[in-house]
């Protein structure tokens, strides 16, 4: 008999596909948004059970903000994402050995919030309109932050000014709250301007702004009054004409600070007042044993408008004309 050995080398023939490894839930990573590019999401990890395969990884779905490794299978950011804008990508991930047997899986990425956005009102600067001396009335204002979660919280402050404590704001819904103002004591102007504020609970805190101005309405609080209740005046026996202009002052605003002349008591038949307060003589003044040397004359400035209280009284102004 002849005895023989014979050697047989077994070729491997590429029979297996790739397998990537992964939890049971699947692929899943959170990165913070604003995360610099070439920040590292994870490495991917994937075996072939055909001995010295060389195993090449790509990714889809990604919409050009991470790139993969092909060698290594190591994801890392390829520019800034931007949670407000995208706020999850789900990507696949294959992974193909030399000829081309394919294995994929899905990668969830969620994008974690930072606070990198300030609250932002409705309007850069709002204006309301209140009526003076009414003693509650209510406006609103409204702020939104794109952010998420305590980075969304915010509360509303207005910045502390001379009617702080005419002027509230309710820091959780932003309603401000007017209470009785006096438009006679702003300085000659009706409007109050004031910024408010909207500061979220984030770390770093933002800070949104608008201007707030609100209008005082007038209404008819005051009645015309004279600087100087009385006035002398020395005329010649003879004169006829005007001899005085009353003027009297009314802190009102509009229609509400337009005023009239009158006569109250006095000899109408003698004097007259025009309707913006020229006193004239209609007939020369005569010097007889009735009138001695003096004349009497009251005179009341008035408004038409009527006044918001019973209790507001008409100025008034006494004229004495002595005879020379």
């Known amino acids: 008999s002849t ?16 397998e990537i490894f992964h939890p049971s839930n699947g692929l899943q990573v959170n990165i913070t948004e604003g995360a610099a590019p070439l920040s590292i999401l994870l490495q991917v990890n994937a075996s072939d059970k055909d001995p010295n395969d ?17 060698s290594s299978g190591v994801i890392h950011v390829s520019k800034t994402v931007d949670r407000e804008n995208i706020s999850s990508y789900i990507i696949t991930v294959s992974v193909s050995d030399r000829v081309n047997h394919t294995s994929q899986s899905t990668l969830n990425v969620t994008v974690l919030d930072i ?68 438009r006679e004591n702003l300085n000659g102007t ?16 933002q800070r949104g702004f608008a201007w707030i101005t609100i209008t005082v309405k007038d209404i008819n609080d005051h009645p015309p009054t004279f600087k100087e209740p009385t006035r002398m005046f020395d005329l010649k026996e003879g004169y006829k004409g005007t001899f005085y202009h009353a ?39 005569v010097l007889d044993g009735r009138n001695n040397d003096s004349i009497t004359l009251e005179i009341e400035a008035y408004n038409t408008v009527p006044y918001n209280s019973t209790k507001i009284t008409n100025g008034r102004q006494t004229l004495t004309i002595h005879i020379q």
């Open 115 to 182: 606070n990198d956005n300030a609250p932002v009102f409705g309007n850069t600067s709002y204006s309301f309109e209140v009526v003076e001396e009414v003693h509650d009335t209510y406006l609103d204002v409204k702020a939104n932050d794109s952010d998420i979660g305590q980075n969304k919280e915010f509360e509303y402050e207005l910045l502390k000014n001379h009617w702080i404590s005419n002027i509230d704001i309710d820091s959780k819904r932003g309603k401000i709250h007017v209470k009785s103002i006096d």
């Open 247 to 285: 003027q009297a002052d009314d802190p009102d605003k509009g229609v509400n600070a337009i005023m009239h002349y009158r006569i109250i008591h006095g000899d109408e038949s003698i004097f007259n007042i025009s309707d913006t307060g020229d006193v004239s003589l209609w007939k020369p003044l």
């Open 190 to 205: 009706d409007q109050i301007q004031m910024l408010v504020i909207a500061k979220d609970k984030g770390i770093p805190q």
């Open 54 to 70: 060389t195993l090449t990884y790509t990714i889809d779905g990604d919409k050009g903000y991470f790139k993969i490794d092909p």
């Open 3 to 18: 005895v023989c050995e014979i050697f047989i080398t077994v070729t491997d023939v590429n029979m297996f596909s790739p």
